[in-house]
């Protein structure tokens, strides 16, 4: 068994998402972390008062990770493509990591710790940054950054759980779409 000295709070963490990540968003019990690191249940206390701080840390990671593919990937991008790129890459990391983007939008709902609030501020600016150059009155800025999240948000969870699978046509090609028609 690990000792309680060779746990962390990140190695918890990864481990919860490598837990999640193979089942659901609701998989990562303090019983098996422990099984997983090899240790006792209660060395997972001295990191995590709770299920509900392990949740919150995830959902802390998701939107930091989030945060980070979007400052990468939508580097030298700007106005209308810019917030198209954004779009584009909070649907494919929501879709690559469905399982923590589902629990991070169940803890988001449920928590009122001020920093997920903080992250979903960060994401709404990196919105703003963009559509500031194209459009002027904040109350159409605000209805089309919500329609982008509403958009990515449905895709996400209906792709992920096999309601997006018709041969009509493809999952990306409708997201563009309707990702057009919310910027018109």
């Known amino acids: 068994m690990v000792q309680k000295r060779d746990l962390s709070e990140d190695k918890i963490i990864q481990t919860a998402i490598e837990i999640i990540s193979e089942d659901n968003y609701d998989s990562a019990t303090f019983k098996r972390i422990a099984e997983k690191l090899d240790c006792k249940t209660q060395?997972?206390?001295?990191?995590?008062?709770?299920?509900d701080s392990l949740n919150l840390a995830l959902t802390q990671k998701c939107f930091n990770d989030l945060d980070d593919e979007i400052k990468t990937k939508c580097i030298g991008y700007s106005g209308k493509e810019g917030l198209i790129q954004t779009a584009k890459v909070m649907r494919a990391y929501g879709l690559k990591n469905l399982s923590l983007s589902l629990l991070a939008l169940k803890t988001s709902e449920t928590s009122d710790d001020k920093s997920i609030g903080e992250a979903v501020l960060r994401l709404k600016y990196i919105m703003y940054k963009f559509i500031e150059e194209f459009v002027k009155d904040d109350e159409t800025k605000l209805t089309i950054t919500r329609g982008i999240r509403a958009l990515v948000i449905g895709e996400v969870v209906n792709e992920g759980i096999g309601w997006f699978h018709n041969p009509l046509i493809k999952n990306t090609d409708s997201f563009e779409i309707n990702l057009g028609k919310i910027l018109k």
């Open 43 to 51: 060395a997972l206390y001295f990191y995590f008062k709770n299920r």
